[in-house]
């Protein structure tokens, strides 16, 4: 604007149309300089100038003038305020990662020590299976056992009829069959459940399943083996009902004859 009032109070001078130009004066140019008019024209034209001047300084807006270094000073304030709050919503971000990264730890260490307890318990209703899974076989077996010794006795006088009775008559041959027939289903139905006898003769003598009555030097067997069974044993699974009682053979006379006599063998 200054710039366009300074131009407009330059033309009259720099055109030729005007009255000034048009003069005769302008044919002499060291009068015209010289003259009263054009000092009072150039004296009227820089106050006019100076007026112009400070009319455009006047006039200028608020906006012009101290407007722009409002408008930057609010915008770097509000730019800090957005930093600010951005600095405090990255904090707040953090300090909540931070919760949650403690808070999945946490969770981690209940989930682990719930699988170890989980494995506990699986171990101890195993533990528990078993045992109670035993201990009904136990029960099992002692129930058939209590059972079945009371009809030990039994089998051994069904044994020890038919070793001793000879019958001679028909009569007496079919009591025979009938109480054999008797004895057979009785050791059927101990086998059904398990029960075994023992054959011990010709075995060495074990103490867990045999009880020695009677013992007899010989020579023809082993120490300690077996030669007769004089009342049978019975087994129940591996457990034993009843030890078998039975003769054992001892050490023979001829070896000791030889070890109190040493030179009977040199003569």
Known sequence: M?????????????????????SPASENPTASVNSPANSNAAADWELELAQ????????????????????????????????????????????????LKTQLQASKAQIEDLKNQNLRLAADFDNFRRRT???????????????????????????RARSHLKPQTDGE?????????????????LKQIGVSPMRPEGEQFDPNLHEALLSEPTSDREEGTIIQELERGYT????????????????????????????????
Do not use: W
């Open 2 to 22: 200054i710039e366009e009032e300074k131009q407009q109070y330059q033309d009259p001078n720099s055109t030729g149309e005007t009255p000034e130009s048009s």
């Open 52 to 99: 112009a001047y400070q009319s455009a300084q006047t006039d200028r807006s608020p906006e012009a003038t101290s407007g722009a270094p409002g408008i930057g000073s609010d915008r770097i304030s509000l730019v800090a305020d957005a930093q600010e709050l951005l600095n405090k919503e990255l904090a707040q971000a953090i300090d909540e990662k931070e919760a």
């Open 133 to 159: 899974q035993k201990e009904k076989e136990e029960l099992d077996v002692q129930v058939r056992c209590a059972t079945v010794k009371p009809l030990l006795p039994v089998i051994d006088n069904f044994e």
């Open 173 to 189: 041959m079919n009591m025979h069959k009938s109480y054999q027939s008797v004895y057979k289903q009785m050791v059927e139905g």
């Open 236 to 267: 129940l699974g591996d457990r034993v009902l009843r030890h078998a009682k039975v003769k054992v053979a001892a050490a023979g006379l001829s070896v000791v004859a030889s070890d109190e006599n040493p030179d009977s063998s040199e003569s």
